[in-house]
Each structure stands twice: as C-alpha cells, then as structure tokens.
C-alpha cells in the first residue's frame, strides 16, 4: 500500500485494479470480474443521477447536492459574475473508513455510520 498525502507517493486505483482484484479474490473470469464492476459503478452513477444517496456501508456516502444560483467574483478582475445553479456530489466517508486511512483500527460494532 502506498502513502498519501504531503511529500508522500500515491498510487491511482483504476478499474482495471478493481477487477483484478475481484477476480483474484473471487474466482470470477476476468471479463466476468470486469463486468461486475461495470455494473456495480453503473448503478452507483445510474442512483446519483436520479439524485438518490449511495450508502455502502463502513466505507461512506455519495451524496448530490443542489447548489443554487450566486454571486461569484473573478479573482483576477473583481467583477461579479452570475454561477448558474448545479448540483454537485458530495462523499462522506463512514467512520470506519477515516479510522483505516488514518491507520487505526475500529470494528464494525464500535463505529456508527
């Protein structure tokens, strides 16, 4: 595992990793592990699409959330532009998930979501 961070390395996780690690870790075919996660990350894109939250739990939530229309300012100018209203995702991650990337460890019955 690498680090993250300040003067740290960091390493990108892709889709490919994602269905590798499926199919060394359940024993599906490669395309079969790589069509698993094609659907998982479609129905999670399909939910958030029609606005509804995504909960896994122990690891967040992805959530969209509606921005409405403001004032904002270019910083180069100071002249005051119009943002158009947008929605905008946003991730929570579980209590869980913060313990382990901070390297502590917290079970399951100890943490609340």
């Known amino acids: 595992m690498s680090k993250n961070g300040v003067g740290g390395t960091s390493r990108t996780v892709t889709r490919a990793d994602l269905a590798e690690a499926v199919y060394q870790r359940v024993g599906l075919s490669r395309t079969e592990s790589a069509e698993l996660v094609e659907m ?7 939910a958030l699409g029609r ?19 403001r004032i ?3 910083p180069k100018t100071g002249i005051e532009v119009p943002i158009t209203p947008r929605r905008v995702m946003v991730f929570k ?15 399951v019955d100890d943490a609340d979501d």
């Open 40 to 46: 998982v990350l479609g129905e999670m894109a399909d």
């Open 51 to 69: 606005g509804d939250v995504v909960k896994l739990s122990s690891f967040g939530s992805f959530v969209v959330r509606s921005k409405g229309e």
């Open 72 to 74: 904002g300012r270019n």
């Open 93 to 107: 991650p579980s209590n869980i998930l913060k313990s382990r990337v901070n390297g502590q460890t917290i079970s």
